[in-house]
């Protein structure tokens, strides 16, 4: 465990793409009182041309990928996901990830 502690993280691991499009997702908001519409181009045999809709509706769909997120984070804090566990599974020569994870909860509980 002191090797973890002591030793430098590098800076590329540390601000990952992972790392950092989390980070992006969470700047995903829409603003109050910033109403603009946007058209989008209707790719179909109808008389419509384009679709108008408001921007905030179009955040608001990102937002949703805040789920992804927050349970990847829940995943993460899980029983059989602590530091015991992966080196339980480490000894025993397979990987601790997210299926295990899965599987263990579907078992136990």
Known sequence: MHHLIEDNIPFNKFLSIAFTSEILIQFIFPYPNVESIVFIGQYSQSHVKDVAYFSSDLILVFMFT???TLIKHLENYREFMSMRSRKICREHGF????MFNFKTEIYYY
């Open 66 to 68: 805040r789920f992804y």
């Open 95 to 98: 990987e601790c990830t997210s």
